[in-house]
Each structure stands twice: as C-alpha cells, then as structure tokens.
C-alpha cells in the first residue's frame, strides 16, 4: 500500500522540541522529494520544510530558519523534523508529502493553482500544539 504515516506530533510548551517522523511505503523512497507541510485553524496550507532525493537539496521557511532541521534516512523509508524554539504560531497540523524527483512540477512554497504543491502523496497528518 503506497502511504505516508506522520507520528511525533504533541503538545509542548513554547521555547520546547518536537521531532515528527515520517514513514513511507509502497513506492521508491529514495527516488522521491519528501517536505513537510502545515496548516494552522482558520490558515492556509504552507510549506515548512522539504528535502530532495538524491541531489538532497534542503528547503526551509522563512519562518522556520534557524530552527528546524529536515533529514531523510533511505534506509527506514523515514523523513524526520526535528523542530527546536518552538513558537505558539508553529501550532497546527503538519503533513508529510512526496513526488517523484523526475516530476517537472512542484514547488515547497507556491501551493498552485490546486493548492496541493505539487506533490503527489499526502499524509494524514500529525497535530503540534505549542502552549504559550
């Protein structure tokens, strides 16, 4: 079955980390651009974090410089964030996503004109609550 699974996703105190995982199945792994995404209540979807296969080029928000880190781990099929500083503006639902390497579109930042970035594949999602 060709899935993402997030897990890590928690409440925490604002200046506390977390480190989301995810999982993926059913597909090349290695082959596949792999990003983090969230959405705040009453926002819409951002891109926070992604990371390329092969090439392994790295992307980050804006918002987020400084103080998460993305990796991926070919052998676990497994992309982590491990997020430091938190803030109470980082709460919301964080999805992992993918898309081939080779797909010519997609973007970490530009959600499109169908909002889904690009990206293929999509997680259900891990909720991060940082209390202030």
């Known amino acids: 079955e060709v899935q993402l699974v997030e897990s890590g996703g928690g409440l925490v105190q604002a200046g506390g980390s977390l480190r989301l995982s995810c999982e993926a199945s059913?597909?090349?792994?290695?082959?596949?651009?792999i990003g983090w995404f969230r959405q705040a209540p009453g926002k819409e979807r951002e891109g926070v974090s992604g990371?390329?296969?092969?090439?392994?080029?790295?992307y980050y928000a804006d918002s987020v410089k400084g103080r998460f880190t993305i990796s991926r781990d070919n052998a676990k099929n497994t992309v982590y964030l491990t997020m430091n500083a938190l803030k109470p503006e980082d709460t919301a639902v964080y999805y992992c996503?993918?898309?081939?390497?080779?797909?010519?579109?997609?973007?970490?930042?530009?959600?499109?004109?169908?909002?889904?970035?690009?990206?293929?594949?999509w997680g259900e999602g891990t909720l991060v609550t940082v209390s202030s």
């Open positions: 996503a993918a898309k081939a390497h080779d797909r010519p579109i997609g973007s970490w930042s530009d959600p499109g004109y169908y909002g889904s970035f690009g990206m293929e594949l």
């Open positions: 059913g597909f090349p792994f290695e082959d596949y651009d």
């Open positions: 990371i390329g296969a092969r090439d392994g080029n790295i």
